[in-house]
């Protein structure tokens, strides 16, 4: 199983980044993916999730309205939309995936840093 994030960097507020995750080693189309965050002395959280044909899709309330989370299964890829970025979305995002009796996988993480 591999997870390769990509797209983070430095924006100032107000502004948008688009982060991609490349997965491989599964059958992507069969499993939820999410992505997460971690920002320095905090502890990782959920920032969005699709399910497997995106039928269901969920945001931690923080994001609602600015996030969208995507999903390609042919190209076996999940895209985090980020539009109207805040200092506080600076973090490190970690792409995601849970195969049942496998456990959790996680990405490399790509830094996203919001700062004038």
């Known amino acids: 199983v591999q997870l390769v994030e990509s797209g983070g960097g430095l924006v100032q507020p107000g502004g948008s980044l688009r982060l991609s995750c490349a997965a491989s080693?599964?059958?992507?189309?069969?499993?939820?993916m999410s992505w997460y965050r971690q920002a320095p002395g905090k502890e990782r959280e959920l920032v969005a999730s699709i399910t497997r044909a995106g039928g269901r899709i969920n945001y931690t309330d923080s994001v609602k309205g600015r996030f969208t989370i995507s999903r390609d299964n042919v190209q076996n890829t999940v895209a985090l939309q980020m539009n109207s970025l805040k200092p506080e979305d600076t973090a490190v995002y970690y792409c995601?995936?849970?195969?049942?009796?496998?456990?959790?996988?996680w990405g490399q993480g790509t830094q996203v840093t919001v700062s004038s």
């Open positions: 080693g599964f059958t992507f189309s069969s499993y939820t």
């Open positions: 995601n995936v849970n195969l049942l009796g496998r456990g959790p996988y």
